[in-house]
């Protein structure tokens, strides 16, 4: 026999080995499809999911039910809907994925509900807070927030704390104005009225023509939602320089106050009260882990962002073990279904009719201690749920 067929022979061989090896193995591994932008202008948001996802894995291990567990990234860079669904295909048909994981933007979660319907495939959502996501796939969960819970909580201690005139301002694209429709319905519902708006064009990084009308308003505040990051250091310089804070106007948002974000907007960020699911400054055992590990990995603090990606494994690593392993889809979407997760916000539950995440919403106001800006808690509203 040359050493032509002797070779042909071995990887006749190797392959049929291999071939027979797959289905084994494949049992053994759970594995995690990630999509979310890890380059471009929303890098920060995948990142921050995938450096969340390793530090539950640092603080809980690789093994979960005694199979391995592995992260498989996509890089949704382009962030749109259809490359989206792409790489999420992708994930199912060529590396036959267990869960799809990520979702930074709403339309990217959405697009995807279709697949994960046809392909049976749990999904979890680390982010897209459009109000009503879940129920476009009874293959979604998500472990993040909606848009209608920050509002609604944010109209909630608005009206508590004496505010009765409000100016609405948000990015014209659905999660803005799903923020805009909650929040003027809960505000007007307690007694309170929206006396005018601004939609303002999602890529817009001048606002200073919004803030003027905002100031001629003769509203005691304003409700604002931007994206984080660069919308928000403009506003809040337009804000600053058209004399706002000194005439007494207060300014409510909605949004990610992690220190890479607080920290360009500069002395601007205490002018700002804010509402979300998470903050870093959080006392409890589980943030002090979470962010030990965190720091570790991606040198920085967490914020609400990045807490799907911790949030998101510790729903996987739960309902494996409930499973023993045995990651059949039906049995996995059930056992979702009031799941109650230790998380770094305090306590999670999976409401058991929408698979949408029931937490804590804080209210924080953003103090200088020491050369940093921080957020602190100033008031608290206690297992909110998605429309309350």
Known sequence: MNYLSKMLKTAVATIVAVAFCIPAAAQETIKIGLVAPMSGAFALYGQGFHHSMQAYMANYGDTVAGKKVEIIVRDNTTSTPENAKRLAQELVNRDRVDFLAGFALSPDALAVASLATQAKKPTIVMLAAASGLTGKSPYLTRVSYSNAQTSVTMAKWAYKNGVRKVYTMVSDYAPGIDCEVAFQKAFESLGGKVIGNSRMPLANLDYSPYVQRLKESGADAAYLFVPSGDPMVSFMKNYVERGLPQAGMKLLTTTDLAEEYIKPMGETAVHITNT????????????????????????????????????????IYEVTRKLDGKLDPEKVMAAMKGMKIKSPRGDLTIDPDTRDAVANMYVAKIEKKGNQYVPVVIDTFVGVKEGQ
């Open 276 to 315: 979300i699911q998470y903050y870093d400054t959080l006392d409890n055992e589980e943030n002090t882990k979470y962010k030990a590990a965190y720091l570790k990995i991606a040198g920085k603090n967490p914020g609400a962002i990045a807490l799907g990606g911790y949030d998101g494994m510790a729903a």
